[in-house]
């Protein structure tokens, strides 16, 4: 981006020095004095007609080189433009993925700690299992109740769309 801007920046550094020479070109070389002789008045004038039509040429070929640099300067702005546009959506992009990346993480420790209390919620339903015959005995009542609606948290992916469901212990 710099690189482009550098070169623009030349551009339009040549294209002031075409501007001052063509001003410097159009300015009127006739000098006219009151000291000078008719003669050289009339020679002065016939000089810069002759040179006149040099002159306008070279003119001509300023402009055009004034305007094909501006065209390039154009170009330049055009795929600087189209540049930045495609910089920011790779700038988007690498954030987009350092942050699925964090979130992966997370899901992970999510998954594992699912795991974990799926793991422990089942040591408790067998030592549940183990106690109610007793418990009903002496309380009347159960020990612990609701197991088959305990649900943990788990994250899946195909691909493109994470989802959090809940796994029934």
Same mark, same amino acid.
């Given at each position: 981006?710099?690189?482009?801007?550098?070169?623009?920046?030349?551009?339009?550094?040549?294209?002031?020095?075409?501007?001052?020479?063509?001003?410097?070109?159009?300015?009127?070389?006739?000098?006219?004095?009151?000291?000078?002789?008719?003669?050289?008045?009339?020679?002065?004038?016939?000089?810069? %007609?002759? $040179?006149? @039509? #040099?002159?306008?040429?070279?003119?001509?070929?300023?402009? *055009? !080189?004034?305007? =094909?640099? &501006?065209?390039?300067?154009?170009?330049?702005?055009?795929?600087?433009?189209?540049?930045?546009?495609?910089?920011?959506?790779?700038?988007?992009?690498?954030?987009?993925?350092? %942050?699925? $990346?964090? @979130? #992966?993480?997370?899901?992970?420790?999510?998954?594992?700690? *699912? !795991?974990?209390? =799926?793991? &422990?919620?089942?040591?408790?339903?067998?030592?549940?299992?183990?106690?109610?015959?007793?418990?009903?005995?002496?309380?009347?009542?159960?020990?612990?109740?609701?197991?088959?609606?305990?649900?943990?948290?788990?994250?899946?992916?195909?691909?493109?769309?994470?989802?959090?469901?809940?796994?029934?212990?």
């Amino acid at each position: 981006m710099e690189q482009i801007q550098d070169e623009m920046a030349a551009l339009n550094s040549q294209i002031q020095v075409l501007l001052q020479e063509r001003a410097a070109l159009t300015i009127n070389n006739v000098i006219s004095g009151e000291n000078d002789s008719p003669q050289a008045m009339v020679e002065a004038y016939r000089r810069q %007609a002759r $040179e006149n @039509a #040099q002159l306008s040429v070279e003119l001509q070929g300023i402009d *055009a !080189a004034i305007a =094909a640099l &501006e065209a390039q300067i154009k170009q330049k702005q055009t795929k600087l433009v189209r540049w930045q546009g495609e910089s920011k959506q790779l700038i988007q992009q690498q954030q987009l993925e350092e %942050a699925k $990346e964090v @979130a #992966q993480v997370h899901a992970q420790r999510i998954n594992q700690l *699912a !795991a974990e209390l =799926a793991a &422990e919620v089942r040591f408790l339903k067998a030592c549940a299992n183990q106690l109610s015959p007793m418990y009903w005995q002496i309380y009347y009542k159960p020990f612990i109740t609701g197991f088959k609606t305990i649900s943990v948290p788990y994250v899946r992916s195909d691909g493109e769309v994470w989802t959090i469901v809940n796994r029934i212990v």
